[in-house]
């Protein structure tokens, strides 16, 4: 998990990839969080009481498979060998969303409902940030080595790839059961969010072709918002708090009015 943010930043400074997409530097820094929950989830299935969920064996196998494509992704690209590296990409993507997907169809028993949320964290970070990346990074392989009619389109491939990256995480969250992927949604906005800062004067097209992408993720991510709040009674709405109030006193006055008649 190190090595790419060992290599990244000379990475950066020697390469001189097409910019067909490219968001800005600090979008980058969602590799902290990724890192970061990736050693928390370590952490948490090497606890004596964890060792037996079924359900971490299923998901550890496609979570080692994509952290091992993201390792792997920086020194490729240090070699210049651009079409292994986006293999490496894309199976971070692929691997990650395996694990997503094995977590949500896995047994409840054994598992709470907030321990599986907090659980798809990291695989929504990986497979969210993986799914953007490998996008745009096929997109300026394309521009730079595809055919000449996308060599001299790089604004129209940079706004089909982002526009295909909102498609795509749209779906996916509607694919998962509510909950599943806040994570997810999240860090596809941040990366989408990256792009229009990033292109807002280099290539306005396509800028504007990313806040229109992030539309379906935003309408697709709503119902994870709500469904991941927690249920307070003082949350009702005031209408519902006066009528419980109301029937009470109801009863109260009835038990009154029999008292004094008896």
């Known amino acids: 998990m190190v090595l790419p943010s060992l290599i990244l930043p000379r990475l950066r400074g020697q390469l001189s990839v097409p910019d067909v997409a490219q968001p800005a530097p600090y979008t980058f820094a969602v590799w902290l969080p990724v890192y970061a929950t990736t050693v928390a989830y370590a952490g948490y299935q090497t606890r004596p009481a964890n060792q037996e969920l079924e359900v971490l064996r299923e998901v550890g196998v496609p979570l080692a498979a994509s952290m091992l494509s993201t390792a792997v992704w920086a020194p490729l690209v240090r070699e210049q060998r651009y079409g292994a590296a986006q293999l490496a990409l ?14 949500a169809a896995s047994a409840i028993a054994g598992l ?12 929504g970070l990986q497979a969210g940030w993986g799914t953007a990346a490998a996008a745009v990074n096929l997109a300026a392989i394309a521009v730079d080595r595809g055919p000449a009619r996308i060599r001299r389109a790089p604004t129209a491939a940079g706004v089909a790839t982002v526009l295909a990256v909102g498609a795509v995480a749209g779906a996916r969250i509607r694919a998962f059961p509510p909950g599943r992927s806040v994570a997810y949604a999240a860090t596809v906005l941040w990366a989408l969010a990256g792009v229009v800062v990033g292109q ?16 379906p993720v935003a309408i697709a991510a709503r119902p994870l918002a709500r469904s991941s709040r ?33």
Do not use: K
Not at 90 to 103: D, H, K, N, S
Not at 200 to 215: E, K, S, Y
């Open 90 to 103: 894309i199976g971070t993507a692929v691997f990650a969303e395996r694990a997503r997907g094995r977590l």
């Open 230 to 262: 927690p249920n307070i009674p003082w949350r009702a709405s005031p209408a519902a708090r006066r009528r419980p109030r109301s029937s009470a006193l109801g009863r109260q006055r009835t038990v009154t009015a029999g008292a004094n008649l008896s």
């Open 112 to 123: 709470d409902d907030t321990t599986r949320r907090r659980l798809a964290v990291p695989f």
């Open 200 to 215: 807002a004067r280099t290539r306005p097209p396509v800028a504007v072709a990313a806040a229109l992408a992030a539309l």
